[in-house]
């Protein structure tokens, strides 16, 4: 079975440019994840999808993040205009449902200068 | 919300000696603890969880032990092996979070041969 796919794998910006992230789930997961992890921290829930419809993006910065799963499958989040602040490692899990065990993908790295 | 505390932060072993590592937790409704193990440069990978209903689960050389009065935690991994190295994160999951985990900052575990 595959897992969690990301891309890109690596991303170097500079700060008030803009960025996308993309997350393809296991096949036949509803819900999707996406999480920021700063160095040295554990990770940070930005938003949670079922299907393609938001359940939580409480802590979703809306300002500047956006994130969309349109046919309930893959996922893009953006940042615009990016700030040296979100410099951090963004890894995307999914889940068969809510109550099930998550699992990551590989995440993609931004370093914004 | 639910606040997780994790410790230590950092931890050294001897090859062949035993590992654990403990979490706190702050809300009483929490009733799903996953481990994530997480190597440099990739996501966290589950290596373990339980549920409220067990206190003790265990998985060849990890165990989890769960004391829901006290509401804590926590990982043993016993022969620990230089594969073992990496960091490890606890999260809590309560009943009426729709699977928004809540994240440890992480444990650096380094054996040394």
């Known amino acids: 079975e595959a897992g969690v796919a990301q891309s890109p794998r690596y991303k170097i910006i500079e700060k008030r440019q803009s960025v996308a992230f993309w997350c393809n789930p296991i096949?036949?997961?509803?819900?999707l994840y996406w999480y920021q992890q700063i160095l040295g921290q554990g990770p940070k829930l930005l938003i949670q999808?079922?299907?393609?419809?938001?359940?939580?993006d409480s802590q979703l910065p809306k300002d500047r993040f956006s994130a969309e799963r349109l046919k309930g499958v893959d996922s893009t989040l953006k940042i615009q205009p990016a700030k040296l602040e979100d410099s951090a490692v963004y890894l995307c899990?999914?889940?068969?449902?809510?109550?099930?065990?998550?699992?990551f993908g590989p995440g993609t790295r931004l370093l914004v200068l | 919300g639910e606040n997780v505390e994790q410790h230590p932060s950092t931890l050294s072993v001897q090859e062949g000696d035993s590992a654990v590592i403990k979490c706190t937790y702050s809300?009483?409704?929490?009733?799903?603890f996953p481990w994530y193990k997480q190597e440099l440069g990739k996501g966290p990978q589950l290596i373990i969880d339980?549920?409220?209903?067990?206190g003790e689960k265990k998985d060849q050389r990890i165990a989890v032990t769960l004391n829901k009065t006290a509401k804590h935690f926590s990982l043993h991994i016993t022969e620990t092996q230089p594969e073992d190295s990496a960091v490890y994160f606890c999260?809590?999951?309560?009943?009426?979070?729709?699977?928004?985990?809540?994240f440890g900052a992480g444990t650096q575990v380094v054996v040394t041969p």
């Open positions: 899990a999914s889940s068969l449902d809510p109550t099930q065990t998550q699992y």
């Open positions: 096949s036949g997961h509803a819900t």
């Open positions: 999808f079922q299907n393609n419809g938001v359940v939580d």
């Open positions: 809300d009483s409704a929490s009733n799903y």
């Open positions: 339980i549920r409220s209903n067990v």
């Open positions: 999260a809590a999951m309560t009943t009426d979070s729709w699977g928004k985990l809540q």
